[in-house]
């Protein structure tokens, strides 16, 4: 059996004894960074706040296949909302990301999250997004010109599921069985200190190197990247997007792809480790990748400024026309997270007739949210007003944010 076709291949699969100085030093960084992102706030206008992000992030992801979706658009496909028959696929498609997105950070949530690099996992995943992906993305166009149906949760197998990646010709169907018992092995090895937060990076190039599913692998080393970053500690609360910064760069939109490439390449000699493949390019990958998730967190920081949000939602009231008792409901509520109906007479410090009349208006609105007619009731985040809350989010607008790290891209 030729080395290309033994596990080994995807060899270094991380770095564990001899951890380079540029990637510890990032790690530090990113931990630093992300360690306090949304502590102060409630966990449940935070949990409102996750489901922004979620669409942000596959709005981002989608954006990465080529397919530009509008967030209004999948707003609507989530609410299952008619959709303009031309754009319905795409929005269907977001759908699906943020779906299953909701389901890991809901494991995760509840101390459920299976180790994110396991096969079980990753075939859960990908199974999970194909359930729910329209019939137009259920096929891929296979390089004889054939089309064939894409199983959900199942790796490639057969001959005919062999398939070429740019210049990059992956393991053999018949093969990926092993490189993937061997990929789970690897990085479930990565445990502890800043190897687990490198291997987010490692993991991420590894997984679409060995391109184990017919179709989908890009969205699916996303997904999982954001579970790893969730199980490492870093994970914001949600609150942070991967996807925004593979798919903006560090200076333009084509680094992602480049860096991919380059993770791509053999050993380039004694002095590039002792794998298959390049430990320098590796290294570069990752601390590519650490610098864009450094930078990803700083943006979340200047966008949300979560900090001063109080007083942007008081402001967005005002000019709407509200009057003060609406702003310190709406106040109350993102303070406390969650408020009974019948409360809202006590904080507003008035009659129970004007507290219905402030809180149904607000209700109606969309600024407060609940379950039911008579529940208790949470702020929201209207997509009208997003702009004003939060600019920026799906816009190329300038933003004052902290610089990144500087990285040189080799």
Avoid at 181 to 187: C, N, P, V
Avoid at 200 to 226: C, E, K, Q, T, W
Avoid at 251 to 263: G, I
Wanted: proline letters at 7%; glycine letters at 8%; one cysteine or more.
């Amino acid at each position: 059996m030729s080395l290309c076709e033994t596990p080994s291949r995807i060899e270094p699969a991380y770095f564990e004894d001899d951890v380079p100085r540029v990637l510890a030093d990032l790690v530090a960084d990113l931990q630093t960074e992300a360690h306090d992102l949304g502590n102060d706030l409630h966990a449940i206008p935070a949990e409102e706040l996750a489901e922004l992000v979620r669409l942000m992030n596959c709005y981002y992801s989608n954006l990465i296949e080529g397919h530009a979706t509008r967030p209004r658009d999948i707003e609507r496909a989530l609410a299952d909302q008619p959709v303009d028959p031309e754009r319905r696929p795409l929005a269907q498609e977001a759908r699906a990301h943020v779906l299953v997105q909701r389901e890991i950070d809901a494991l995760h949530r509840d101390g459920r999250l299976p180790s994110p690099t396991s096969i079980a996992f990753l075939s859960w995943v990908h199974r999970r997004f194909y359930e729910e992906m329209p019939p137009e993305f259920r096929t891929v166009r296979m390089p004889d010109g054939s089309d064939r149906p894409i199983v959900p949760g199942a790796f490639r197998s057969t001959a005919g599921d062999d398939v070429e990646v740019g210049r990059h010709r992956p393991p053999s169907s018949d093969r990926v069985g092993d490189f993937m018992t061997y990929f789970e092995r690897r990085y479930g090895m990565a445990r502890g200190g800043s190897t687990r937060i490198i291997a987010i990076a490692a993991a991420h190039h590894r997984l679409n190197y060995v391109h184990p599913f017919i179709d989908g692998n890009g969205r699916v080393s996303r997904l999982m990247s954001h579970a790893m970053a969730l199980d490492a500690g870093i994970g914001g609360h949600g609150l942070w997007s991967l996807s925004r910064g593979l798919a903006r760069g560090l200076r333009d939109r084509n680094e992602y792809k480049s860096m991919m490439d380059m993770a791509d390449s053999p050993r380039r000699g004694d002095r590039d480790g002792r794998g298959n493949l390049s430990q320098e390019a590796l290294r570069d990958f990752c601390a590519w990748t650490l610098t864009v998730m450094i930078d990803q967190v700083r943006f979340t920081k200047a966008a949300f400024r979560l900090d001063a949000l109080e007083g942007r939602y008081r402001r967005l009231l005002r000019d709407l026309g509200h009057d003060a008792r609406a702003e310190d409901l709406v106040a109350a509520v993102l303070k406390v997270g969650e408020m009974e109906r019948g409360q809202a007479r006590i904080y507003l410090a008035t009659s129970d007739r004007t507290a219905r009349n402030v809180l149904s208006k607000l209700v109606s609105e969309g600024f407060l949210k609940s379950g039911t007619p008579k529940g208790p009731v949470r702020v929201a985040f209207p997509l009208d007003y997003r702009e004003r809350l939060f600019p920026n989010l799906f816009t190329d607008a300038p933003i004052e944010v902290p610089k990144p790290p500087p990285f040189r891209i080799p």
